[in-house]
Protein backbone atom coordinates (compact mmCIF):
# COMPACT_ATOMS: atom_id res chain seq x y z
CA UNK A 1 0.00 0.00 0.00
CA UNK A 2 2.43 2.71 1.02
CA UNK A 3 4.73 2.61 -2.13
CA UNK A 4 2.06 2.73 -4.50
CA UNK A 5 2.54 5.98 -6.80
CA UNK A 6 -0.64 7.95 -6.55
CA UNK A 7 -3.07 8.91 -8.62
CA UNK A 8 -3.09 12.21 -9.76
CA UNK A 9 -5.75 14.08 -7.83
CA UNK A 10 -4.60 11.98 -4.81
CA UNK A 11 -1.04 14.37 -5.33
CA UNK A 12 -3.45 16.76 -5.83
CA UNK A 13 -4.60 16.41 -2.53
CA UNK A 14 -1.87 15.80 -0.57
CA UNK A 15 0.05 18.52 -2.58
CA UNK A 16 -2.36 21.46 -1.61
CA UNK A 17 -2.57 20.85 2.38
CA UNK A 18 1.73 20.65 2.34
CA UNK A 19 1.80 23.96 0.41
CA UNK A 20 -1.11 25.47 2.86
CA UNK A 21 1.40 23.67 5.85
CA UNK A 22 4.31 25.49 4.73
CA UNK A 23 2.61 29.16 4.24
CA UNK A 24 1.63 28.50 7.54
CA UNK A 25 5.07 28.05 8.80
CA UNK A 26 5.98 31.23 5.92
CA UNK A 27 3.87 33.43 7.82
CA UNK A 28 4.29 32.72 11.58
CA UNK A 29 8.79 33.26 10.51
CA UNK A 30 9.76 36.75 10.79
CA UNK A 31 10.23 38.30 7.04
CA UNK A 32 12.74 36.85 5.07
CA UNK A 33 12.86 33.39 6.74
CA UNK A 34 10.66 31.85 4.12
CA UNK A 35 11.59 28.00 3.35
CA UNK A 36 12.24 28.97 -0.05
CA UNK A 37 15.97 28.31 -2.40
CA UNK A 38 18.87 28.09 -0.38
CA UNK A 39 16.67 28.88 3.06
CA UNK A 40 15.69 24.89 2.62
CA UNK A 41 18.92 24.24 4.38
CA UNK A 42 17.49 25.70 7.61
CA UNK A 43 15.93 22.72 8.22
CA UNK A 44 18.10 20.17 6.11
CA UNK A 45 18.36 18.34 9.22
CA UNK A 46 15.12 17.52 9.67
CA UNK A 47 14.84 16.85 5.52
CA UNK A 48 17.64 14.38 5.53
CA UNK A 49 16.58 12.82 9.06
CA UNK A 50 13.25 11.65 7.46
CA UNK A 51 15.11 10.15 4.35
CA UNK A 52 13.62 12.93 2.13
CA UNK A 53 16.05 15.23 -0.15
CA UNK A 54 16.01 19.31 -0.89
CA UNK A 55 15.18 18.49 -4.07
CA UNK A 56 12.30 16.29 -3.47
CA UNK A 57 10.91 18.64 -0.69
CA UNK A 58 11.24 21.39 -3.19
CA UNK A 59 9.16 19.52 -5.88
CA UNK A 60 6.66 18.85 -3.26
CA UNK A 61 6.47 22.61 -3.26
CA UNK A 62 5.97 22.92 -6.75
CA UNK A 63 2.35 24.44 -7.50
CA UNK A 64 1.72 22.85 -10.70
CA UNK A 65 3.04 19.84 -9.58
CA UNK A 66 5.21 19.48 -13.17
CA UNK A 67 8.28 19.10 -10.74
CA UNK A 68 8.02 15.51 -10.19
CA UNK A 69 5.98 15.52 -7.11
CA UNK A 70 2.93 13.40 -9.16
CA UNK A 71 5.19 10.71 -8.96
CA UNK A 72 6.11 10.46 -5.79
CA UNK A 73 4.54 6.91 -3.60
CA UNK A 74 2.37 7.36 -0.50
CA UNK A 75 5.58 6.97 1.72
CA UNK A 76 7.44 10.00 0.53
CA UNK A 77 3.71 11.92 0.50
CA UNK A 78 4.18 10.50 4.40
CA UNK A 79 7.65 11.62 4.78
CA UNK A 80 7.14 15.21 3.44
CA UNK A 81 3.92 15.40 5.73
CA UNK A 82 5.94 14.27 8.88
CA UNK A 83 8.51 17.02 8.19
CA UNK A 84 5.43 19.25 8.24
CA UNK A 85 3.85 17.60 11.70
CA UNK A 86 1.29 15.67 9.87
CA UNK A 87 0.29 12.17 11.09
CA UNK A 88 0.44 9.17 9.08
CA UNK A 89 -3.26 9.25 9.35
CA UNK A 90 -3.41 12.36 8.39
CA UNK A 91 -1.90 12.12 5.23
CA UNK A 92 -3.74 9.01 4.02
CA UNK A 93 -6.84 10.56 4.97
CA UNK A 94 -5.90 14.03 2.52
CA UNK A 95 -4.41 11.16 -0.12
CA UNK A 96 -7.87 9.05 0.11
CA UNK A 97 -10.29 12.28 0.19
CA UNK A 98 -11.71 11.38 3.51
CA UNK A 99 -12.51 13.36 6.51
CA UNK A 100 -14.13 13.27 9.82
CA UNK A 101 -15.64 12.80 11.85
CA UNK A 102 -13.77 9.33 12.57
CA UNK A 103 -14.61 6.66 15.26
CA UNK A 104 -12.92 7.41 18.70
CA UNK A 105 -10.34 4.61 18.93
CA UNK A 106 -8.23 3.12 22.13
CA UNK A 107 -5.14 1.40 22.21
CA UNK A 108 -4.45 -1.29 25.16
CA UNK A 109 -1.02 -2.47 25.13
CA UNK A 110 2.14 -3.71 27.85
CA UNK A 111 3.78 -6.42 28.46
CA UNK A 112 2.75 -10.23 27.93
CA UNK A 113 0.49 -11.29 30.28
CA UNK A 114 -0.29 -7.83 32.28
CA UNK A 115 -3.83 -8.18 31.71
CA UNK A 116 -4.80 -6.55 28.60
CA UNK A 117 -7.13 -9.16 26.99
CA UNK A 118 -9.11 -8.85 31.08
CA UNK A 119 -9.38 -5.07 30.26
CA UNK A 120 -10.60 -5.43 26.64
CA UNK A 121 -13.35 -7.97 27.38
CA UNK A 122 -14.42 -5.83 30.95
CA UNK A 123 -15.11 -3.13 27.58
CA UNK A 124 -16.58 -4.96 25.54
CA UNK A 125 -19.21 -6.97 28.32
CA UNK A 126 -20.19 -3.34 29.32
CA UNK A 127 -20.23 -1.53 26.39
CA UNK A 128 -21.49 -3.98 24.16
CA UNK A 129 -22.17 -3.09 20.18
CA UNK A 130 -20.60 0.37 20.67
CA UNK A 131 -17.16 -1.54 20.52
CA UNK A 132 -15.09 -3.42 17.94
CA UNK A 133 -11.83 -4.79 19.00
CA UNK A 134 -8.96 -5.50 16.88
CA UNK A 135 -6.81 -7.88 18.11
CA UNK A 136 -3.26 -7.87 16.70
CA UNK A 137 -2.40 -11.17 17.58
CA UNK A 138 -4.22 -12.25 14.25
CA UNK A 139 -1.86 -10.44 11.97
CA UNK A 140 1.39 -12.79 13.15
CA UNK A 141 3.33 -13.86 9.96
CA UNK A 142 3.67 -17.41 9.30
CA UNK A 143 5.89 -19.54 11.39
CA UNK A 144 9.07 -19.92 8.94
CA UNK A 145 9.17 -16.11 8.75
CA UNK A 146 8.84 -16.05 12.95
CA UNK A 147 11.41 -18.18 13.75
CA UNK A 148 13.99 -16.50 11.94
CA UNK A 149 13.39 -13.20 14.16
CA UNK A 150 15.58 -12.80 16.52
CA UNK A 151 13.14 -12.86 19.47
CA UNK A 152 10.52 -14.95 17.54
CA UNK A 153 6.79 -14.26 18.46
CA UNK A 154 7.94 -11.47 20.63
CA UNK A 155 9.71 -9.74 18.30
CA UNK A 156 8.09 -6.58 16.58
CA UNK A 157 8.70 -8.10 13.03
CA UNK A 158 6.48 -10.97 13.68
CA UNK A 159 3.31 -8.85 13.47
CA UNK A 160 2.07 -7.82 10.00
CA UNK A 161 2.28 -4.04 11.29
CA UNK A 162 1.28 -2.82 8.03
CA UNK A 163 -1.94 -4.74 7.22
CA UNK A 164 -2.80 -4.03 10.76
CA UNK A 165 -2.49 -0.55 10.05
CA UNK A 166 -4.54 -0.41 6.73
CA UNK A 167 -7.28 -2.48 8.69
CA UNK A 168 -7.33 -0.12 11.39
CA UNK A 169 -7.30 2.79 9.05
CA UNK A 170 -11.01 1.50 7.51
CA UNK A 171 -12.50 0.75 10.98
CA UNK A 172 -11.55 4.27 12.29
CA UNK A 173 -13.12 5.41 9.58
CA UNK A 174 -16.39 3.81 9.90
CA UNK A 175 -15.53 0.99 7.31
CA UNK A 176 -16.19 -2.98 7.14
CA UNK A 177 -13.19 -5.05 7.20
CA UNK A 178 -12.02 -8.36 6.54
CA UNK A 179 -8.78 -9.85 8.49
CA UNK A 180 -6.78 -13.00 8.78
CA UNK A 181 -8.16 -15.36 12.08
CA UNK A 182 -5.27 -16.52 13.45
CA UNK A 183 -5.10 -19.56 15.54
CA UNK A 184 -1.94 -19.58 18.55
CA UNK A 185 -2.09 -23.51 18.46
CA UNK A 186 -1.06 -23.87 15.21
CA UNK A 187 0.56 -21.06 14.50
CA UNK A 188 -1.22 -19.63 11.28
CA UNK A 189 -4.25 -17.82 10.26
CA UNK A 190 -6.93 -19.99 9.39
CA UNK A 191 -9.48 -18.34 6.79
CA UNK A 192 -10.39 -14.50 7.67
CA UNK A 193 -13.30 -12.59 9.71
CA UNK A 194 -15.30 -9.27 9.13
CA UNK A 195 -15.25 -6.95 11.27
CA UNK A 196 -17.70 -4.13 11.44
CA UNK A 197 -16.77 -0.61 13.11
CA UNK A 198 -18.06 0.67 15.79
CA UNK A 199 -18.28 3.97 17.66
CA UNK A 200 -15.00 2.70 20.25
CA UNK A 201 -12.74 0.73 18.54
CA UNK A 202 -10.15 -0.67 21.17
CA UNK A 203 -6.32 -2.17 19.65
CA UNK A 204 -4.93 -5.07 21.70
CA UNK A 205 -1.80 -6.46 21.64
CA UNK A 206 2.23 -5.60 22.88
CA UNK A 207 3.11 -4.28 19.95
CA UNK A 208 0.31 -1.45 19.55
CA UNK A 209 2.40 0.95 19.68
CA UNK A 210 5.43 -0.55 17.82
CA UNK A 211 5.07 1.67 14.52
CA UNK A 212 4.33 5.61 13.96
CA UNK A 213 1.16 4.79 11.13
CA UNK A 214 -0.49 2.88 14.50
CA UNK A 215 0.07 5.24 16.70
CA UNK A 216 -1.42 8.18 14.80
CA UNK A 217 -4.72 6.31 14.88
CA UNK A 218 -5.29 6.11 18.64
CA UNK A 219 -7.24 9.09 20.49
CA UNK A 220 -6.21 7.38 23.85
CA UNK A 221 -3.34 4.95 24.86
CA UNK A 222 -3.43 2.81 28.11
CA UNK A 223 -1.13 0.54 29.13
CA UNK A 224 -1.44 -2.33 31.00
CA UNK A 225 1.41 -3.42 33.24
CA UNK A 226 2.26 -5.35 36.40
CA UNK A 227 5.52 -6.70 38.45
CA UNK A 228 7.69 -8.95 36.27
CA UNK A 229 7.52 -11.89 38.21
CA UNK A 230 3.53 -11.22 38.49
CA UNK A 231 3.70 -11.58 34.82
CA UNK A 232 6.05 -14.81 34.43
CA UNK A 233 4.07 -16.80 36.49
CA UNK A 234 1.11 -15.83 34.63
CA UNK A 235 2.57 -16.74 31.31
CA UNK A 236 4.14 -19.93 32.54
CA UNK A 237 0.20 -20.74 33.65
CA UNK A 238 -1.00 -19.67 30.19
CA UNK A 239 1.86 -21.86 28.25
CA UNK A 240 1.19 -25.02 30.16
CA UNK A 241 -2.41 -24.87 29.98
CA UNK A 242 -3.37 -23.58 26.70
CA UNK A 243 -0.66 -24.37 24.68
CA UNK A 244 0.50 -27.71 26.00
CA UNK A 245 4.29 -26.44 26.60
CA UNK A 246 6.71 -28.39 28.81
CA UNK A 247 9.16 -26.14 31.78
CA UNK A 248 12.50 -26.43 30.26
CA UNK A 249 10.91 -24.93 26.64
CA UNK A 250 8.46 -21.98 28.12
CA UNK A 251 11.05 -20.77 30.50
CA UNK A 252 13.43 -20.83 28.34
CA UNK A 253 11.34 -19.02 26.26
CA UNK A 254 10.44 -16.88 28.40
CA UNK A 255 13.85 -15.14 29.65
CA UNK A 256 15.31 -15.18 26.17
CA UNK A 257 12.56 -13.98 23.87
CA UNK A 258 9.73 -12.05 26.07
CA UNK A 259 11.58 -10.62 28.88
CA UNK A 260 14.34 -9.40 26.26
CA UNK A 261 12.34 -8.49 24.22
CA UNK A 262 10.06 -5.94 26.76
CA UNK A 263 13.18 -4.31 27.92
CA UNK A 264 14.09 -3.53 24.12
CA UNK A 265 11.43 -2.76 22.41
CA UNK A 266 8.27 -2.12 24.97
CA UNK A 267 9.27 -0.52 28.02
CA UNK A 268 10.70 2.47 26.11
CA UNK A 269 7.38 2.99 24.38
CA UNK A 270 5.28 3.34 28.10
CA UNK A 271 7.31 6.08 28.71
CA UNK A 272 7.28 7.91 25.28
CA UNK A 273 3.46 7.03 24.53
CA UNK A 274 1.30 5.72 27.30
CA UNK A 275 -1.13 7.89 28.29
CA UNK A 276 -2.94 6.01 30.97
CA UNK A 277 -0.94 3.20 33.53
CA UNK A 278 -3.20 0.82 34.94
CA UNK A 279 -1.41 -1.39 37.27
CA UNK A 280 -2.83 -4.90 37.54
CA UNK A 281 -1.17 -6.67 40.42
CA UNK A 282 -4.63 -8.70 41.13
CA UNK A 283 -5.03 -12.02 39.70
CA UNK A 284 -8.53 -10.83 38.24
CA UNK A 285 -10.59 -13.41 36.51
CA UNK A 286 -13.21 -11.78 34.34
CA UNK A 287 -16.21 -13.96 34.03
CA UNK A 288 -18.35 -12.83 31.24
CA UNK A 289 -22.11 -12.16 32.13
CA UNK A 290 -21.31 -12.25 36.21
CA UNK A 291 -18.68 -9.99 36.90
CA UNK A 292 -20.13 -6.52 37.36
CA UNK A 293 -18.41 -2.77 36.74
CA UNK A 294 -18.07 -2.42 40.63
CA UNK A 295 -15.84 -5.76 40.63
CA UNK A 296 -13.32 -4.47 38.49
CA UNK A 297 -10.03 -2.60 39.25
CA UNK A 298 -10.20 0.76 40.22
CA UNK A 299 -8.52 1.68 37.11
CA UNK A 300 -10.61 -0.37 34.48
CA UNK A 301 -13.86 1.47 36.07
CA UNK A 302 -12.30 4.85 35.48
CA UNK A 303 -11.22 4.09 31.95
CA UNK A 304 -14.71 2.65 31.59
CA UNK A 305 -16.66 5.50 32.97
CA UNK A 306 -14.48 7.79 30.09
CA UNK A 307 -15.54 4.93 27.50
CA UNK A 308 -18.90 5.36 28.27
CA UNK A 309 -19.67 9.21 28.13
CA UNK A 310 -18.16 9.91 24.77
Not at 3 to 9: C, G, I, Y
Not at 74 to 83: A, F, P, S
Not at 185 to 213: H, P, R
Request: aromatic share 8%.
Amino acid sequence: MSNDRLKPEQAERIHKVIRNKVDEFNKSQSKGSELSGRQLSKISSIIHGKGVSEGSFSKALNDDLKAGANSFSRETWRKLGDICDMSPFQVDNCIDGISGPFNFTMAITGPSCAGKSYLTEAIQEVMGGKVCNLGLDNFYRDRDSVERLRYRFDDPKSIDQEAAYKALLGLKRGQMVTIPKYNRETYKAEGEVSLTSAKVILVEGIFCCSTQELRSCYDLTVWVDSRASKRAVRRFARDEKDLGRVREEYTSSYINEVEASYEEHLLPLRTQHADIVINNEKDFVFKKGSTKPTDLPIGVQVILKYLTSI
